[in-house]
Structure formats: structure tokens, C-alpha cells
């Protein structure tokens, strides 16, 4: 195993269920900073290497086993987690969940994203973000699909699940467990990243213990160098 990193491994607490919730790989929209939202969008070359690179890392370098994962139907997340499982001789139980997508951008979807704000501009909003799907309908949807998963894997025996999703996503949930507005806009949840939280059955609640996770990269491949993308 790679040098040690907390909670970075398989939990073997009967008590808690460990979730890794992994953003999925490098799309060309990403890349071009292109809004996606609900946008059906494949990985590109750049993705496949990231998500091979984190399957590596996690069934050689860490040996996590994963008893069940749950994935957003989006192609993107699903390519993921399929070039991560190449490294595993055995798959885990894999169950598609549509709630795990990323909000909905509505009219902006598909704009880049300077073409974005200039058109909350022109229609006299102050962000792009304030179109689509809102914010507390997101995270209504969002954390509602999470605790049913999470009770699921409880109520199944469980101890370690993954979650593949989305950048919007992971902030959102994030924020949910009381991460405040300034820690999601310093937080970089990239491509492939890996966040991992714990809960605690007796007392139902979550513990964030890592967030946005990129070891398997390396050094000097973790940057987003726009803020906005974060």
C-alpha cells in the first residue's frame, strides 16, 4: 500500500457504512468549460486515463472492495466506473440511480460558461446559477436519493459502497453536512476525486472524512484553474 492516508481503506466497522464518492472523469465539455447539467457527455481520452489511474489506485494501491455501488445513468459517470472496474477480478453489485445526477442547468446548458453569465446579464439575474433546477430542489433530490441509498446498504449489511456522481453534486451533499458557503467555494471536487464519508448507524449521521481526494493522479495534476468550475 502507498503511504497511509486516513480513512483512505476499507472500513470493517459493522456500525458504519464507508461511502467513496467518486466525481466522474474529464469530459471534452469540462475541458472546454462547457455547462453540461443533465447533457448526456462521454468521457475523453483525458477521462479514461483518470478514471483508469483511480481504478489502479484503488484495487491495487489501497485494496478497497466495494459491496455495492450506486452511479448516475449519465454516460459520463457510467464510463467511470466502468474503467475502474477493469482492475477488479470481480465486480461489485452495480445499481444505475438517476437521482445521483448533477443539477439541471436549464436554458444555460450547453453554453460555455462565459456566454452563461453574460446571458444571467442580459435577462437581470447576478449568476448563471440562478437558471435550472433550484437550489433547494437539488439538494431536496439530491440528499433524499442518498439517505434511501444509504438506509438500502444499512439495511443490507454493508460496510463499503461507492457513489459515482457529479462536481455539483458532491458540493451540494457537502454543503448539506454543513460544510459552509465559503469552505464549497475553496473546496475542488476533480475530476475523479474521491470523497469519502462515514455513517454512523446508531446515531444516523455523517462524518465527511476526506474530501476530493486525487493521490492516484500525481503531483501537479490536480489544478482547476477556474474558479467557477469548482
Keep these: 500500500m502507498t503511504k497511509d492516508i486516513p480513512n483512505y481503506c476499507n472500513n470493517e466497522d459493522p456500525g458504519v457504512v464507508r461511502i467513496f464518492i467518486i466525481r466522474h472523469g474529464q469530459t471534452a465539455e469540462n475541458a472546454a468549460k462547457i455547462l453540461q447539467g443533465h447533457l448526456d457527455t462521454d468521457l475523453n481520452d483525458v477521462g479514461r486515463d483518470q478514471a483508469d489511474k483511480l ?42 440511480q438517476p437521482g445521483l445526477r448533477e443539477r439541471a442547468m436549464g436554458v444555460i446548458q450547453g453554453m460555455h460558461i462565459r456566454a452563461a453569465e453574460q446571458y444571467a446579464a442580459d435577462h437581470g439575474k447576478t449568476s448563471f446559477r440562478e437558471f435550472g433546477e433550484k437550489p433547494d430542489a437539488f439538494q431536496e433530490r439530491l440528499t433524499g436519493n442518498v439517505l434511501t441509498l444509504v438506509k438500502e446498504s444499512e439495511q443490507d449489511g454493508l460496510e463499503n459502497i461507492a457513489m459515482i456522481s457529479h462536481g455539483g453534486s458532491i458540493r451540494q451533499l457537502l454543503k448539506w453536512l454543513n460544510y459552509t458557503e465559503h469552505d464549497i467555494h475553496k473546496i475542488i471536487v476533480y475530476n475523479t476525486s474521491v470523497t469519502i464519508i462515514d455513517y454512523i448507524k446508531d446515531t444516523a449521521t455523517f462524518e465527511v472524512k476526506r474530501v476530493g481526494n486525487t493521490q492516484h493522479l500525481g503531483q501537479g495534476e490536480f489544478i482547476v484553474s477556474d474558479m467557477r468550475l469548482r
Excluded: M, W
Excluded at 494501491?61 to 472496474?85: A, E, G, M
Design 55 to 96: 481504478g489502479k489506485y484503488l484495487a491495487e494501491d489501497r485494496q478497497i472492495k466495494f459491496d455495492r455501488v450506486y452511479t448516475s445513468d449519465l454516460k459520463r459517470c457510467q464510463q467511470t466506473l466502468k474503467q475502474i472496474l477493469t482492475h477488479y477480478a470481480e465486480n461489485p453489485e452495480i445499481i444505475v
